[in-house]
């Protein structure tokens, strides 16, 4: 079966349990494929996109010579008569005469002729008001197309759009870019045994998921606030269906907590099946995590929307996020597949027979070594709290120390990951 197959939701229908890779695969292609058109936005809305079309340069950069110093634009032999002065933003006149100067202030452009500039701490101005120096070997100026010529490519398209994108477009004179703008993500929370305040107990259990996936989801780049967040709803086929048609109508991908099995109150794959849903991913070879899905729904503009079903066992529901949720966004975003870093590792790890085990782990920046945590079951959020990733470890194998493993890491933003550091 290719990997953009996709079967309709059939919640009688037997699921076919796909391999963690071929999943990963089928999701990224899927967000690919219904990917939005690009739209031009002003610089100071384009931070946390991403590029629609390679970044050229419009001009050589830099467009003209300018002086890397502050001093003296010089031609030919000192000493020099001073004949004008140039700060940035001035188009000089040209020098043209040897033994001539201009003052020069850094940022400026170099006047034509100029053959050049003497730093000002190493000038000196004599009592008839000359300049004297000895220049240096090298140029203190910075020659058209020093860092880029005129329709030189600088960024490909699918680069995130950060501060540094943004400075690099207005330094080439951009005042918009094409963009693929980030998805907006909701949450629907399933489950009339959960609590959404105080402390659990009596056969209700505190919703772990609700308060923490949209913060997930932003960091994969999704537009998700608390107004996105529906729940819990309750445990009936209509009020399934009611939630997922009212949160499709504003978002691109709906996530779903619990209800993934077939149990007498799992109300999801009926409700996609009235949606007239289709699965891109049911079911996945992976522990913890099973069972999720990811399906397509087309609505009535035509557009593409996703429901990805996360487990309701926190963790496992982590693990349908990494292993479905951060490719499908991927490909919607207009990225390039997420490549897995590795990292050794420094204890053993158990297999999980046919199925790929996702293992939390601690991963040491410097040496690259992926340390195992505790407190791991499919229900506990302790060890996820601790840890920087997923070690994946393949079918029919376990892991060994000394064993070179991909990590799937968690989203952390820059500052959680030096707080976190090594432990």
């Not at 037997?14 to 058109?37: K, M, Q």
């Not at 500039?117 to 004297?132: H, I, K, P």
């Not at 220049?135 to 020093?146: D, I, Q, V, Y």
Request: net charge negative.
């Amino acid at each position: 079966m290719s990997t953009d197959a996709a079967v309709t939701a059939d919640p009688q229908a037997a699921p076919v349990t796909l391999a963690w890779t071929e999943a990963r695969a089928r999701a990224y292609d899927a967000g690919r494929a219904a990917a939005g058109e690009p739209v031009e936005v002003p610089l100071a809305e384009a931070d946390g996109q991403t590029l629609a079309e390679p970044l050229t340069t419009l001009t050589d950069l830099p467009a003209f010579p300018t002086s890397s110093v502050d001093g003296w634009a010089v031609r030919g032999a000192g000493p020099w008569r001073i004949v004008g002065r140039v700060l940035a933003g001035g188009t000089p006149p040209p020098l043209t005469e040897d033994g001539t100067t201009v003052e020069i202030a850094t940022g400026a452009m170099v006047p034509a002729g100029a053959t050049g500039v003497l730093r000002v701490e190493e000038s000196t101005r004599t009592a008839d008001g000359l300049v004297t120096g000895t220049l240096r070997a090298t140029p203190e100026w910075r020659s058209p197309g020093e860092e880029a010529y005129a329709g030189e490519e600088l960024l490909p398209a699918g680069t995130p759009v950060d501060p540094g994108v943004i400075g690099l477009a207005a330094s080439c004179g951009y005042d918009t870019l094409r963009v693929r703008r980030a998805p907006r993500a909701a949450l629907i929370v399933f489950g009339d045994e959960l609590l959404t305040a105080g402390r659990p107990g009596a056969g209700r259990v505190r919703d772990a998921l609700g308060p923490a996936v949209p913060g997930w989801l932003r960091r994969y780049g999704c537009v998700c606030t608390a107004a996105d967040v529906v729940g819990p709803v309750a445990d009936t086929l209509d009020a399934h269906v009611a939630a997922l048609r009212q949160a499709l109508e504003q978002a691109d991908l709906v996530c779903t907590t619990g209800g993934t099995m077939h149990g007498p109150v799992d109300h999801l794959h009926p409700a996609l099946a009235e949606l007239g849903a289709a699965y891109v991913v049911n079911t996945v070879a992976v522990r913890p995590g099973f069972p999720m899905l990811l399906a397509r729904v087309t609505g009535a503009d035509g557009r593409t929307r996703f429901v990805a079903g996360l487990p309701g066992n926190p963790q496992s529901a982590i693990v349908a996020i990494v292993s479905l949720v951060a490719p499908l966004l991927a490909g919607l975003r207009g990225r390039s597949m997420p490549e897995l870093p590795r990292a050794t590792l420094a204890e053993p790890v158990p297999g999980r027979g046919e199925y790929t085990h996702l293992a939390l782990v601690r991963v040491d920046p410097v040496q690259r070594t992926a340390h195992p945590v505790r407190h791991v079951g499919s229900a506990m959020l302790r060890g996820l709290a601790q840890a920087d990733g997923f070690a994946v470890i393949a079918p029919g194998t376990r892991g060994e120390p000394g064993n070179r493993v991909p990590v799937v890491p968690l989203p952390l933003l820059p500052d959680e990951r030096v707080q976190r550091g090594p432990r």
